[in-house]
């Protein structure tokens, strides 16, 4: 697989399921957040719902996940490189992320760049606290954090 190839299947789901293109609502956590976030350079999304979202250096794009994709994300500032600017330029949707007060994956760095170039005005940020990256094997077990989450995502969705 590859970050591409994981983005022509969701283009081919949306497809295959004659989706509303003007009133979509996408949810991706961890690297399909950053797939996600890429079909807002396709689609004029209207909801973007991302947990943990990743980011990515360009040059990583096409590569297959193997030694090869590796070696770019261990090279020194490679996440620097990301296209998550370009990929939100013109994303005007409202916007909601979870994240994970104790993720050992996704670097402040990457929240940063998410948070800067998201609508201020329509986006919504809510730190999970005490919480590793893998955020719904963590929330499956926590009731009340899980309510909370449905109840943000509902209160979001009415505003949205």
Same mark, same amino acid.
């Given at each position: 697989?590859?970050?591409?190839?994981?983005?022509?299947?969701?283009?081919?789901?949306?497809? !295959?399921?004659?989706?509303?293109?003007?009133?979509?609502?996408?949810?991706?956590?961890?690297?399909?957040?950053?797939?996600?976030?890429?079909?807002?350079?396709?689609?004029?999304?209207?909801?973007?719902?991302?947990?943990?979202?990743?980011?990515?250096?360009?040059?990583?794009?096409?590569?297959?996940?193997?030694?090869?994709?590796?070696?770019?994300?261990?090279?020194?500032?490679?996440?620097?490189?990301?296209?998550?600017? &370009?990929?939100?330029?013109? =994303? !005007?949707?409202?916007?909601?992320?979870?994240?994970?007060?104790?993720? &050992?994956?996704?670097?402040?760095?990457?929240?940063?760049?998410?948070?800067?170039?998201?609508?201020?005005?329509?986006? =919504?940020?809510?730190?999970?606290?005490?919480?590793? !990256?893998?955020?719904?094997?963590?929330?499956?077990?926590? &009731?009340?954090?899980?309510?909370?989450?449905?109840? &943000?995502?509902?209160?979001?969705?009415?505003?949205?």
């Amino acid at each position: 697989s590859s970050l591409i190839k994981r983005q022509n299947e969701a283009l081919g789901i949306i497809e !295959h399921f004659n989706m509303d293109i003007n009133n979509l609502t996408v949810i991706g956590t961890s690297m399909g957040g950053y797939i996600a976030t890429s079909l807002a350079k396709v689609f004029d999304i209207k909801n973007l719902i991302l947990f943990c979202p990743a980011a990515y250096d360009i040059k990583a794009w096409n590569v297959p996940f193997d030694e090869r994709f590796t070696s770019i994300l261990r090279r020194d500032l490679s996440l620097l490189k990301s296209n998550i600017k &370009e990929l939100l330029a013109d =994303f !005007h949707g409202k916007s909601i992320l979870f994240l994970a007060e104790k993720d &050992e994956i996704i670097q402040p760095i990457i929240v940063e760049m998410y948070q800067s170039v998201l609508n201020k005005e329509s986006n =919504f940020t809510h730190i999970i606290s005490d919480c590793p !990256h893998p955020i719904h094997r963590w929330v499956a077990e926590k &009731e009340n954090e899980k309510d909370r989450i449905k109840e &943000e995502i509902r209160k979001f969705m009415s505003f949205a």
